[in-house]
């Protein structure tokens, strides 16, 4: 019951449900997300945190660069709920407006920048 709390707490902010939203394109660094979001560094950095602790992403470190993905959906109690919720997320205004902004920065962005 604690880790579907966990769960339900990690969905219930509108920042954590715009960078999972960003995460259903794939794999991103924390500066992809920033630049997206518009959001300083240590913001994204402690809602990423929330999502892990949630087991709703994973994480990889490349040199000094994190890396986050979406979880597997097998791997939470609520697995039936996660494909759907990714579903759903990427038809908000917002997070169509946020993978716009990914998408935009991602072609501007130094092939080196954080790889």
Same mark, same amino acid.
């Given at each position: 019951?604690?880790?579907?709390?966990?769960?339900? +707490?990690? &969905?219930? #902010?509108?920042?954590?449900?715009?960078?999972?939203? &960003? $995460?259903?394109? @794939? =794999?991103? !660094?924390? !500066?992809? *997300?920033?630049?997206?979001? =518009?959001?300083?560094?240590?913001?994204?950095?402690?809602? &990423?945190?929330? *999502?892990?602790?949630?087991?709703?992403?994973?994480?990889?470190?490349? @040199?000094?660069?994190?890396?986050?993905?979406?979880?597997?959906? @097998?791997?939470?109690? $609520?697995? @039936?709920?996660?494909?759907? $919720? %990714?579903? /759903? *997320?990427?038809?908000?205004?917002?997070?169509?407006?946020? &993978? %716009?902004? $990914? /998408?935009?920065?991602?072609? /501007? +962005? #130094?092939?080196?920048? !954080?790889?």
């Amino acid at each position: 019951m604690k880790q579907t709390a966990r769960i339900f +707490k990690a &969905l219930a #902010d509108e920042t954590r449900l715009r960078i999972l939203a &960003l $995460l259903t394109s @794939g =794999e991103l !660094c924390v !500066c992809d *997300l920033m630049a997206a979001l =518009e959001l300083p560094q240590s913001t994204v950095s402690r809602h &990423l945190a929330t *999502l892990r602790n949630a087991g709703l992403v994973v994480d990889r470190r490349q @040199g000094v660069w994190m890396y986050y993905r979406l979880a597997p959906s @097998g791997g939470t109690p $609520l697995a @039936g709920l996660l494909p759907l $919720l %990714q579903a /759903q *997320l990427v038809e908000l205004p917002a997070a169509r407006a946020d &993978l %716009q902004a $990914l /998408q935009t920065y991602l072609k /501007q +962005k #130094d092939a080196a920048a !954080c790889r």
